[in-house]
């Protein structure tokens, strides 16, 4: 059994509804095969009895005693009911006459001279074994005991054959006439023959035709749940493409549709999850990347402030202690004491720039300025630096506007032109020229000069990253001019970069801005 059990659970749904269809159809039959074959003879019996009760009770109406002209409705009833008829009646002497018959006649009968005594009826049951023969057995079903319907009921048997009868003796009220009907046993026998015949084929087909029934019906049954089950494999898989389609009305199809509303939530759920652990990460980058930063700043600063600090500190130890007591000398010192002085307050300066921009202490405070104003206020400061080294200094107007924070845009050009002048060597030339695309416009700074290695490129925007570390105490940079770039661009979520230029042997730095949309333009 226990087998069976696990043999039935490792079948698919489909099969186990076919299963369970044809086991349906299989004890159904049974138990009706089981009942016919046991009830069904005692049941067809019974009817017969009743059949022959019902005639017997007609013939109460139908016969008035005189069978010559009773004989067309005895006939009926006897094609009616499917019986034969025996009518007599006593004669003086107690000798009877067969007044009407469809009995085949046994002269047997005659002999019965106590026939008519108290109790005919059972008078006549005594002699039936001499009347139908010596080997026949006679057994009373049923005896009515009412005054006014007396009868019985009997069957009859040929025990060497099987052959016999079903009859129904008793007295008719009006004339007393004795009333036997018999409804011969093979003809119920053959109509119980025919009825288990025709039932076992019709057993036969019907399971035939729930096997071919149950084939569609198990798949109309399992297919839905079969699209459920792959879907919440999909879900499983955090796939939610799928969606039930089916439109029952049943709970299949409420289950469908809350599997697809739980689809639903799970994605955005899902989504939610997944957005919250990416800002999650970014966090978790932006804060190890300022932790690096934090750790590099304080390595850098420590660096950069050593050497000025150095200097401030044995410069002024010099003139403590008059090492030199000309007046030229003291100058010499106190100028590399401002000059190293000015060096880390410009260092302190960018830092704390650098920071609040990065920070967002410093939003940016976009406002409509012109490109061609900007460039040439910021090429101004720069015309005696660059004629001292020998630079020519242009500049190519372009005749449009930004929509940006000035100041910032400013100190990050500036910051462009200051590094594009310390790395031109003498009899070069920087460039400071726009290009106009849609929707915003492109400030490029260009010198002439050595390139920056590709690998180099992208690190040139981390504060303190310098290309020549022997001579940015002579160019007298602090390190995060580019760095500054990098956070202003970012904080006006635009564009930057840089790139060699083979062609015009030098280096490229650029930055997008944003054009001004025609609103802020009817506003300004």
């Given at each position: 059994m ?9 079948l ?22 089981l ?24 013939l ?7 069978a ?13 009911y ?19 018959t ?6 047997r009968?005659g ?6 005594s ?21 057994s ?19 025990n060497t054959s ?5 009859g129904l ?17 093979p ?10 015949v ?17 084939l ?11 699209e ?17 389609t ?9 289950l469908?549709?809350?599997?697809n ?6 994605q ?34 420590s ?10 500190q044995?410069y ?18 106190c100028?590399?004491?401002e000059?190293?002085a000015?060096?880390?307050?410009s260092?302190?300066?960018d830092?704390?720039?650098?920071s609040r ?15 061609d ?12 630096v ?8 242009e ?32 009899g070069g ?21 050595e390139?920056?290695?590709?690998d ?11 290309l ?9 940079g ?11 661009m ?5 564009a930057y970069?840089?790139?060699n ?9 650029w ?5 001004p949309?025609?609103?802020v333009?009817?506003?300004?």
């Amino acid at each position: 059994m226990r087998r069976a059990i696990e043999l039935y659970n490792r079948l698919n749904l489909w099969a186990k509804f076919m299963f369970n269809i044809l086991l349906t159809a299989v004890i159904f039959v049974s138990l009706f095969g089981l009942s016919f074959t046991t009830r069904y003879d005692k049941f067809v019996m019974s009817q017969r009895s009743s059949q022959l009760q019902r005639a017997f009770l007609r013939l109460q109406t139908d016969y008035s005693g005189d069978a010559l002209s009773n004989r067309e409705a005895l006939e009926q009833l006897e094609y009616e009911y499917g019986l034969r008829m025996l009518i007599l009646t006593d004669t003086v002497g107690g000798v009877f006459n067969i007044k009407y018959t469809s009995l085949v006649y046994s002269p047997r009968i005659g002999t019965g001279r106590s026939f008519f005594s108290a109790n005919p009826v059972r008078s006549f049951i005594d002699i039936l074994p001499r009347a139908f023969g010596d080997n026949i057995s006679v057994s009373v079903t049923y005896e009515n005991t009412d005054p006014a319907y007396d009868y019985l009921v009997f069957n009859v048997q040929e025990n060497t054959s099987g052959v016999g009868f079903i009859g129904l003796l008793g007295r008719h009220n009006a004339t007393n006439d004795i009333i036997m009907l018999q409804l011969p046993t093979p003809i119920v026998q053959s109509a119980v023959d025919v009825t288990r015949v025709f039932l076992l084929a019709a057993g036969s087909m019907s399971l035939i035709a729930a096997l071919l029934l149950a084939l569609p019906l198990a798949r109309r049954l399992s297919s839905p749940i079969v699209e459920i089950n792959r879907i919440a494999e999909r879900m499983a898989d955090l796939d939610f493409s799928l969606q039930y389609t089916g439109h029952e009305g049943d709970e299949i199809g409420a289950l469908g549709s809350s599997v697809n509303r739980l689809s639903g939530h799970l994605q955005r759920t899902i989504a939610e999850l997944v957005d919250a652990n990416h800002r999650l990460e970014a966090e978790v980058e932006r804060a190890h990347r300022l932790d690096e930063m934090r750790k590099n700043l304080l390595i850098n600063v420590s660096h950069e402030l050593k050497t000025p600090l150095a200097l401030v500190q044995g410069y002024a130890e010099g003139l403590r202690i008059n090492i030199d007591s000309d007046d030229e000398s003291r100058a010499f010192y106190c100028g590399v004491i401002e000059e190293e002085a000015r060096h880390m307050t410009s260092l302190v300066s960018d830092l704390l720039s650098l920071s609040r921009i990065e920070a967002g202490a410093i939003p940016p405070e976009p406002e409509l300025f012109s490109i061609d104003e900007l460039a040439e206020a910021c090429t101004a400061r720069f015309a005696s630096v660059a004629e001292a080294k020998g630079v020519a200094l242009e500049v190519h107007p372009v005749g449009v506007q930004a929509y940006a924070d000035r100041d910032m845009i400013e100190r990050a050009l500036l910051n462009f032109l200051s590094n594009a002048l310390d790395h031109t060597p003498e009899g070069g030339v920087v460039r400071l020229y726009a290009t106009r695309t849609e929707g915003r416009v492109r400030l490029s700074v260009f010198n002439s000069g050595e390139f920056i290695n590709e690998d180099e490129l992208p690190r040139i925007w981390q504060s303190f990253y310098k290309l020549d570390k022997a001579r940015t105490r002579s160019l007298g940079g602090t390190g995060i001019g580019l760095s500054i770039v990098k956070a202003v661009m970012e904080a006006h979520h635009c564009a930057y970069g840089a790139h060699n230029e083979p062609i015009a042997g030098g280096v490229v730095f650029w930055f997008d801005l944003p054009l001004p949309s025609p609103a802020v333009e009817e506003v300004e």
